[in-house]
């Protein structure tokens, strides 16, 4: 898995600072240059505070998708173009997948489903010591401050707005945070460690702790070793892309036909379930089955590709 790119030569570790330092000056050329474009629909208000109570919400809407652009998808390629001459092929992504493999990354997201929520449920019971009182008060002001922004943002009674906030929520953050999680920094913890199995652990914490939300980390955390063990046995990005987007996508939709703001819905509070742990087992067993599918379905599609060349 060499790097054919002018920096490609780079040791991994310095590769993984080339792409933090990538992500920042990315996302501040992308929100200024957009920040500029906005001027004449928007006025100042694009460089006053972004808090949701006051701004507007169209801003709100467009400066959320900036952030996306510039954090993760230009500063994907951006890097993916350093690391090789032809940044698609770095990052897995010159060919279409077969309409099967899509279909079994959507029934996998589905299946996953009761295992995200014992994985909720369990962060919702995690404490900080008392000594910590205070941090943990802060980081639920924090999720309950991000939590109002995505209802927000959600909170429309159209079907467009419905399919925008799919292009936003779903279409954009798919491709975006797939290309940096499972594309690029899960290929370089593979050539750092050597590991398969490390790199998917340790992009899976970091596509965690990226979202920011302590008492959403485990279920993001399981849905990010799915989506990289998706990687690992298709060698296609689309596939956990495709993934991602039915994931929320469907998460987009169901908020938008149970009523929006005005159902109560929350996507990241459940209410405790006795025994969840069987249909969780149940989960893992299924899920485990579909990925041996999809392994199996891909190594066909590789050896047929093999024939046709040979």
């Given at each position: 898995?060499?790097?054919?790119?002018?920096?490609?030569?780079?040791?991994?570790?310095?590769?993984?600072?080339?792409?933090?330092?990538?992500?920042?000056?990315?996302?501040?050329?992308?929100?200024?240059?957009?920040?500029?474009?906005?001027?004449?629909?928007?006025?100042?208000?694009?460089?006053?505070?972004?808090?949701?109570?006051?701004?507007?919400?169209?801003?709100?809407?467009?400066?959320?998708?900036?952030?996306?652009?510039?954090?993760?998808?230009?500063?994907?390629?951006?890097?993916?173009?350093?690391?090789?001459?032809?940044?698609?092929?770095?990052?897995?992504?010159?060919?279409?997948?077969?309409?099967?493999?899509?279909?079994?990354?959507?029934?996998?997201?589905?299946?996953?489903?009761?295992?995200?929520?014992?994985?909720?449920?369990?962060?919702?019971?995690?404490?900080?010591?008392?000594?910590?009182?205070?941090?943990?008060?802060?980081?639920?002001?924090?999720?309950?401050?991000?939590?109002?922004?995505?209802?927000?943002?959600?909170?429309?009674?159209?079907?467009?707005?419905?399919?925008?906030?799919?292009?936003?929520?779903?279409?954009?953050?798919?491709?975006?945070?797939?290309?940096?999680?499972?594309?690029?920094?899960?290929?370089?913890?593979?050539?750092?460690?050597?590991?398969?199995h490390v790199a998917v652990i340790v992009a899976a914490i970091l596509f965690s702790a990226?979202?920011?939300?302590?008492?959403?980390?485990?279920?993001?955390?399981?849905?990010?070793?799915?989506?990289?063990?998706?990687?690992?046995?298709?060698?296609?990005?689309?596939?956990?892309?495709?993934?991602?987007?039915?994931?929320?996508?469907?998460a987009v939709t169901v908020f938008f036909f149970a009523g929006g703001a005005d159902s109560g819905l929350d996507m990241d509070?459940?209410?405790?379930?006795?025994?969840?742990?069987?249909?969780?087992?149940?989960?893992?067993?299924?899920?485990?089955?579909?990925?041996?599918?999809?392994?199996?379905?891909?190594?066909?599609?590789?050896?047929?590709?093999?024939?046709?060349?040979?």
């Amino acid at each position: 898995m060499k790097d054919e790119g002018v920096l490609g030569s780079l040791h991994p570790f310095l590769k993984f600072l080339l792409l933090g330092l990538v992500m920042v000056v990315s996302t501040l050329v992308v929100l200024f240059i957009g920040m500029l474009v906005a001027l004449p629909f928007f006025g100042t208000a694009v460089f006053e505070s972004m808090d949701p109570k006051s701004a507007d919400i169209n801003l709100l809407r467009y400066v959320q998708i900036l952030s996306h652009l510039g954090l993760f998808i230009t500063s994907s390629l951006v890097f993916a173009f350093l690391m090789d001459r032809k940044p698609f092929v770095y990052l897995q992504a010159t060919r279409i997948p077969k309409g099967k493999s899509l279909l079994i990354s959507a029934v996998i997201m589905l299946v996953v489903i009761p295992m995200v929520y014992y994985f909720t449920m369990i962060n919702q019971m995690l404490t900080l010591p008392e000594s910590l009182q205070g941090i943990e008060n802060w980081m639920r002001r924090a999720e309950d401050s991000a939590q109002e922004m995505t209802r927000l943002l959600l909170d429309v009674s159209t079907v467009q707005g419905w399919l925008f906030n799919i292009f936003m929520i779903a279409v954009i953050p798919a491709i975006g945070e797939e290309f940096i999680f499972r594309g690029a920094l899960q290929r370089i913890f593979r050539q750092w460690t050597g590991s398969m199995h490390v790199a998917v652990i340790v992009a899976a914490i970091l596509f965690s702790a990226m979202h920011m939300q302590f008492y959403g980390f485990l279920p993001r955390l399981l849905l990010g070793l799915v989506l990289g063990y998706m990687m690992v046995y298709t060698g296609n990005i689309w596939v956990p892309v495709f993934a991602h987007f039915f994931n929320n996508a469907l998460a987009v939709t169901v908020f938008f036909f149970a009523g929006g703001a005005d159902s109560g819905l929350d996507m990241d509070s459940l209410p405790e379930i006795p025994y969840a742990y069987i249909p969780a087992i149940l989960s893992a067993i299924l899920a485990l089955f579909l990925f041996r599918l999809l392994a199996r379905r891909e190594g066909e599609n590789e050896r047929r590709r093999e024939g046709a060349r040979g």
